[in-house]
């Protein structure tokens, strides 16, 4: 598939991508310290940064060279240390922390104006009414139209402190006079529980998409709300995630294990081990659980997927996890910078290291998904390949292997038709996002005038939009065959959960993502057998 390297993708007040398993301490280390200082290799790329700086011929960025220094002394480390840039820092910090302070909305610029996709859930414009498709034409009296604006300009008008107050001047479609907003800016809530709603009348459904600082939070709000409407089961949804906090993971695989069980161990560069037990009586204890990974279920992910499959709790369903046994601590460098820093690794209860080899360097290490395609296993069980050195024996007697990320209970295959997998990309890498807003836009009086529990009735997919996506995607220089009649349904039921997230969010997406999804389906069968 060919495509322009420019992304369509709309942009929120806040930057989202972490990966890794990560101890919530940060360390500051100061470089004073008499053992740094006594450091003859610290002196020495001291002493060597100085002669280019007062000896070399030519002026030189120092400030690149050492970050070019930076990231090719932990290149030759594992693959998940790495090095955050001073300008990256405050972006990775805030994805994390699991809320923002701003006013709370995401948007395009269309035509050079700020439009609105979406009034965040939970965040200051959302409460105050404004609605997608508005346009955010003044910001305490400066122009934010027709300026050639950039969008870290635009962020910088619309973020603050907390509690400060910012008016909008808003242009709504059929509406002549300006609308007035006044804004105060508050935290606005960076959700990693994607989704929570009923599969069926006794089948609760979470998806988590990572393990920030508030998920433990949001999970057992969500279960509690499942509890009330009749969950006695749940689907633990993992696909995907690629980790985060190991503290937030511990706390959720706490809620399905009994007290004094094993959740994990640590080790360390000295040997020292560090246990962690589950600690409290968990809200799902009793009740029968189904942990959903796929191959991009990493770290923190699978930690929860493991702690669960050694004690014998519910069911690990999917595919092979990612397998990243590694443990980072995030460590700042005092000018801005952070490097997150592999110190540990951890083990499941029955002794398994689910880390994948990495001796063959970070190109083999992240091509492994490529290896999994190619080798058959993706489509069929058989084809995993496991080391019987690494064998290890549950509690309950079920075999389980170390060496490379969680081998599910139930394998369910994955759909590798290329075409199917070209709109998976197109879905998740903003272009039908794009799309699917122009054709809100189109109509937005009446898209927004729609109740959620009209949407299904009232929205139908016509064979005219799908047509105009198509048109779209060949303007933008990419090449998809959406001709095909095999391929209709499921175009049809993308675009209507994007125009589904971008009128009622996350949950409403999921719900219309979720419907004949092969993992889910064998859920549902599972949790149904007597």
């Keep these: 598939m060919k495509g322009r390297n420019k992304i369509y993708t709309p942009l929120l007040l806040s930057i989202a991508c972490a990966v890794g398993l990560i101890l919530g301490a940060r360390l500051n280390f100061d470089t004073s310290d008499e053992l740094f200082s006594a450091n003859p290799k610290k002196q020495k790329l001291n002493r060597l940064i100085d002669y280019i700086d007062y000896e070399y011929v030519d002026d030189v960025n120092t400030d690149s060279i050492v970050d070019l220094t930076v990231n090719k002394i932990l290149e030759n480390l594992d693959p998940h240390s790495v090095y955050i840039p001073k300008d990256e820092y405050a972006n990775v910090t805030e994805n994390m922390k699991g809320d923002f302070v701003g006013i709370g909305v995401s948007f395009y610029s269309v035509q050079d104006t700020i439009v609105v996709i979406k009034a965040l859930e939970g965040g200051p414009s959302e409460k105050l009414g404004i609605r997608g498709g508005d346009r955010i034409l003044y910001a305490d009296g400066n122009k934010l139209f027709n300026r050639g604006i950039s969008n870290d300009s635009i962020t910088r008008h619309l973020k603050g402190k907390e509690n400060t107050r910012v008016t909008l001047k808003v242009l709504r479609k059929g509406i002549e006079d300006l609308l007035t907003f006044d804004?105060?800016?508050?935290?606005?809530?960076?959700?990693?529980?994607?989704?929570?709603?009923?599969?069926?009348?006794?089948?609760?459904?979470?998806?988590?998409?990572?393990?920030?600082?508030?998920?433990?939070?949001?999970?057992?709000?969500?279960?509690?709300?499942?509890?009330?409407?009749?969950?006695?089961?749940?689907?633990?949804?993992?696909?995907?995630?690629?980790?985060?906090?190991?503290?937030?993971?511990?706390?959720?695989?706490?809620?399905?294990?009994?007290?004094?069980?094993?959740?994990?161990?640590?080790?360390?560069?000295?040997?020292?081990?560090?246990?962690?037990?589950?600690?409290?009586?968990?809200?799902?204890?009793?009740?029968?659980?189904?942990?959903?990974?796929?191959?991009?279920?990493?770290?923190?992910?699978?930690?929860?997927?493991?702690?669960?499959?050694?004690?014998?709790?519910?069911?690990?369903?999917?595919?092979?996890?990612?397998?990243?046994?590694?443990?980072?601590?995030?460590?700042?460098?005092?000018?801005?910078?952070?490097?997150?820093?592999?110190?540990?690794?951890?083990?499941?209860?029955?002794?398994?290291?689910?880390?994948?080899?990495?001796?063959?360097?970070?190109?083999?290490?992240?091509?492994?998904?490529?290896?999994?395609?190619?080798?058959?296993?993706?489509?069929?069980?058989?084809?995993?390949?496991?080391?019987?050195?690494?064998?290890?024996?549950?509690?309950?007697?079920?075999?389980?292997?170390?060496?490379?990320?969680?081998?599910?209970?139930?394998?369910?295959?994955?759909?590798?038709?290329?075409?199917?997998?070209?709109?998976?990309?197109?879905?998740?890498?903003?272009?039908?996002?794009?799309?699917?807003?122009?054709?809100?836009?189109?109509?937005?009086?009446?898209?927004?005038?729609?109740?959620?529990?009209?949407?299904?009735?009232?929205?139908?997919?016509?064979?005219?939009?799908?047509?105009?996506?198509?048109?779209?995607l060949r303007q933008m220089g990419v090449r998809v065959n959406l001709n095909g009649e095999e391929h209709k349904p499921l175009l049809k039921k993308y675009l209507k959960a994007e125009m589904a997230q971008q009128l009622f969010g996350t949950n409403a997406f999921e719900r219309y993502l979720n419907e004949d999804d092969r993992i889910i389906e064998k859920v549902i069968e599972l949790s149904q057998e007597k």
């Design 183 to 472: 804004v105060k800016r508050g935290k606005v809530p960076l959700k990693s529980v994607d989704a929570a709603y009923m599969l069926t009348e006794n089948l609760g459904y979470i998806k988590i998409n990572r393990f920030a600082e508030t998920t433990y939070k949001e999970f057992s709000n969500a279960i509690t709300g499942l509890k009330k409407k009749g969950a006695k089961q749940i689907a633990l949804d993992l696909r995907d995630n690629p980790g985060g906090y190991l503290s937030e993971a511990i706390n959720i695989a706490d809620e399905f294990i009994k007290d004094e069980k094993l959740i994990l161990y640590t080790k360390n560069k000295s040997g020292a081990i560090e246990e962690t037990y589950a600690q409290r009586k968990g809200e799902f204890e009793n009740g029968k659980v189904y942990v959903l990974i796929n191959e991009n279920s990493a770290s923190a992910s699978e930690v929860v997927a493991g702690a669960l499959q050694d004690n014998d709790v519910g069911t690990i369903v999917g595919r092979r996890s990612y397998g990243k046994g590694l443990v980072q601590r995030e460590m700042e460098l005092g000018d801005g910078s952070a490097v997150r820093l592999t110190i540990a690794r951890y083990y499941t209860p029955t002794g398994r290291s689910i880390q994948k080899p990495y001796e063959n360097g970070n190109e083999s290490y992240f091509n492994d998904y490529m290896r999994r395609y190619q080798n058959g296993e993706l489509n069929s069980e058989d084809s995993i390949t496991v080391n019987d050195s690494l064998k290890y024996v549950t509690p309950g007697g079920k075999v389980v292997y170390g060496g490379g990320g969680i081998i599910p209970d139930i394998f369910v295959p994955k759909d590798t038709d290329s075409e199917k997998e070209k709109l998976t990309f197109l879905l998740r890498g903003g272009y039908m996002s794009r799309y699917v807003f122009d054709l809100l836009e189109k109509d937005r009086r009446y898209y927004n005038s729609i109740e959620k529990n009209q949407f299904r009735k009232k929205i139908e997919i016509t064979e005219e939009m799908m047509n105009g996506f198509d048109r779209y």
